[in-house]
């Protein structure tokens, strides 16, 4: 039985009706690491790992939300959503409903059951996959429209302002717009994108550390928070920037008495990591895999040492990963201090890799590592209906 038969023989044990399942995948970012929220250039790539929302709308104004992964249920209402969450998993699909409410949506109840597979803190979207699937299912159950990069952005504010993370665009945005076999090069300013086709001969392998990540944790909330000191300190010499995406490396080391030497690196890193992004972006455009062991290798370093994202699980992960035959490629991928490293691999080479890779990281470490073979898939979709509410959420 597939996910979405499995889920509607849940729901109806659960509610006792029939429902419409919405799956919204996590991502893999394959370079462009905290540029996002400093509107410079990201690319991702969708993969096969999502969560999975039925959804019924109901005659009152309840909200029931069934978690599978967490086996519990939380019952509000439309009228008691509150404007923050209590760091429990239910802020991610409540604050959707939010924020969905705030922008002036006025939706019925409605019976929710959510189902994920995506890892959850390993800085793959788990977050993601929760918020747009269950903005996708609520906006559908009650027969509305939206367009997807307005998906996004509600449910970039839900976790913004609902949960507390202050993450950029990035990860609800390919969530909604992923395209199978593609990455997105997204523009972060202007929210202007364009997929772009993997090379073929290119296997997309996560390694998961192991080391569990936790956005709130506020480190990341930090980096930003940096950033944007940085901004204003530059523009005291260049007053017309609005973010790091408007500053050069030249214009930084002009400017460098500005800034701390912690700014400075935090700056470097941002700048420097988005011309990495558009180099791989044109690499994979010309279908060429010349230089990209150099770009992710110095993508890498920049977080390590720049950035200070980091840990040594994966700086492991990576140095290992690096000597094995058929690599194009390795670095930590997502938000950081701890999670997955992204490597591409040779098909051919790939199986090879994960089994050397997984034994040598665990010797090294003392961890077992889950490393998945992934491909590029498809934004958030309807998958499955047994009920009568056609989904209206265009491309
Ligand atoms: C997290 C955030 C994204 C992005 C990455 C780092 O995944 O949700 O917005 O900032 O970290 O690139």
Redesign the pocket.
Known sequence: MNKAHELLTSFKARFGTGASVYRAPG?V?LI??????NEGF?LPAAIGFSCWVGIAPRGDRKLIVYSENFGEAQETTWDALGSRGSGHWSDYPLGVAWALQEAGYRLRGADIYIAGDVPLGA?L?S??AIEVSTGYALLSAAGDAMDRTKLALLC?RA?NEYVG?R??????FVSCHGRAGHALLIDCGSLEYRAIRLPAKLSLVICNTMVKHK?QAGD?NVR?AECEEAVRKLSAAMPTIRSLRDVNLEQLAQNRSLLSETLYRRCRHIISENERVRRVAELFEQGKTEGLREVMAASHQSMRGDYE?SCRELDTMVEIAERQRGVYGARM????FGGCTINFVDVEHAAEFQRRVSAEYESAIGLHPDIYLCEASQGAELVETTADNLPKVTR
């Open positions: 991502r970012n462009g690491e905290h540029t996002d929220y990201v800085g979207s977050s993601a970039q976790e993370a993450v950029g665009i990035m990860d609800q956005l990341y930003r994202i991928t997502g938000g950081g």
